[in-house]
Nanobody, 128 residues
Framework: QVQLVESGGGLVQAGGSLRLSCAAS????????MGWFRQAPGKERECVAA????????WYADAVKGRFTISRDNANKTVFLQMNSLKPEDTAVYYC?????????????????????WGQGTQVTVSS
């Protein structure tokens, strides 16, 4: 069992930055791929970034490429999402998710339909 707790959300002006953290706890974190998802009101949840267990493979949604960076610190069981040049359309609840790494890369993780573990979410609001 893996528990995930997100933090770092808040209100920021357009063009600003935020760094989200996702702390994992529980029996094991080894061999887990991780991803950040977001859901805006009235929209479906979408993956914005994913990272493999070792961190070599990453994937980003087109909407955030060049602005967001996903990273992880396996020793401290934490995954980060650095968000720069934020736009009002980035406003959403951001969730982190975890599941066993298939070894097929971060894009496969991002497209996986039934990820096993989810955090409770953190609100990000970008004002114009």
């Amino acid at each position: 069992q893996v528990q995930l707790v997100e933090s770092g959300g808040g209100l920021v002006q357009a063009g600003g930055s935020l760094r989200l953290s996702c702390a994992a706890s529980g029996r094991t974190f080894t061999n887990y791929g991780m991803g950040w998802f977001r859901q805006a009101p009235g929209k479906e949840r979408e993956c914005v970034a994913a990272i493999s267990w070792i961190g070599v493979s990453t994937w980003y949604a087109d909407a955030v490429k060049g602005r967001f960076t996903i990273s992880r610190d396996n020793a401290n069981k934490t995954v980060f999402l650095q968000m720069n040049s934020l736009k009002p359309e980035d406003t959403a609840v951001y969730y982190c998710a975890a599941d066993l790494d298939s070894g097929l890369g971060a894009r496969v993780f991002a497209e996986k339909a039934d990820l096993r573990y989810w955090g409770q979410g953190t609100q990000v609001t970008v004002s114009s």
